[in-house]
């Protein structure tokens, strides 16, 4: 386990993030991997002390929606994979991941299951990202929303397979498209097993998201990507027009949704919309990161390493070959939370909450990171005045892969 911050680890000389404000000057105590107190004076006698050097000290980001980074895709399926994601999605700020499955075989599944599971045993200061638990995306998509995941792997919601994946316990994200056969159950089946239930990749009307959020769906993937809209519902059903699952999450205060605010899978006024109708509370940041991040311009592998669909990184963005249409992306937290600042002119404190706490108090383990805050664990990230990672530090341990 990462001790390394006994007897105290004190960072000074910054502004600290809190949900609510900035601090000014502050300082922020941890002891045994988990922050004391945040305040003011000398640090204790031995500490080890950290100089924000006049930048900023914040939470740790929380990803609830990542396929991969730096060559690796979790559904590669090997520990090594899942690791070399991990410590690629660290040095963004990332400190708490959930390796997001895509379309595939149930053996592929699993494999990307227990690959997690696994790294997520081992736990060492250099691993990187921790992992929180596993969000299974694909493959309970809808055939006309697949988007730029494998299509063969597509299926309607199994109860017999996604009883195996959710036994496992470390799913804690589970997406389904509301309107295929068999959804409410998957619903009815992820909130027992304490997941953040969400749609996605679908092409819901109002109806179905009504009787999918009476099942406990609470969350909706990507916002105005692969969803439902108004016009695409005119062309499943003619006049009169239904609302969709736009309207539905902005309609419903106990939904949330995320944005890829990469600033190029959404314009900056989509951004500042989705900020002003929701608010920090209910939106939260992802990556959507493919294993192209921090890898240069090329062809790769959405996916497994074997037959994942193929993609096209520009070194800003995924696309479809030759389509145009996107295909994730490949920047990480820091520049989502930087493009989202400068998109929407939000305070702060409110943008670092989109891609920390209120991600973490989604799926249930704000108690345990997401802030700054007496008691939580000590992730904890030194930024410069422009937000780019100085520093990170994973349960008091710095990180430096
Ligand atoms: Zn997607
Ligand atoms: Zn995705």
Redesign the pocket.
Known sequence: MPRAATPALVFVNGTVILPDRLVRGATVECVGGRIRRIGRGRPPRGATVVDAGGGYVSPGFVDLHVHGGNGADFMDGTAEAVRTACQAHARHGTTTIFPTTTTGTEAQLAAMIAACAAVRRERSADAGARIAGVHLYGPYFAPDKV?CHPVAGRRDPDPAEYRRHFATGLVRIATCAAELPGALEFYRAARRHRCLVTC??SNATWSEMARAFRAGMRHV??FW??MSSVASLRQRYGTPMQASMEQFVLAEPGMSTEVIADGCHLSPELLTFAWRQLGARRLCLVT?ANRALDQPPGRYRFGCAEDGEWIESDGRVGFVPGGGALASSVVGLDTMVRTMRTATGAPLPEVVRMASLTPAERVGIARETGSLAPGKRADVLVLDRRLRVRRVFVGGAEFRG
Do not use: R, S
């Open positions: 988007g996605g990749h993937d990507h990507c692969a959507d």
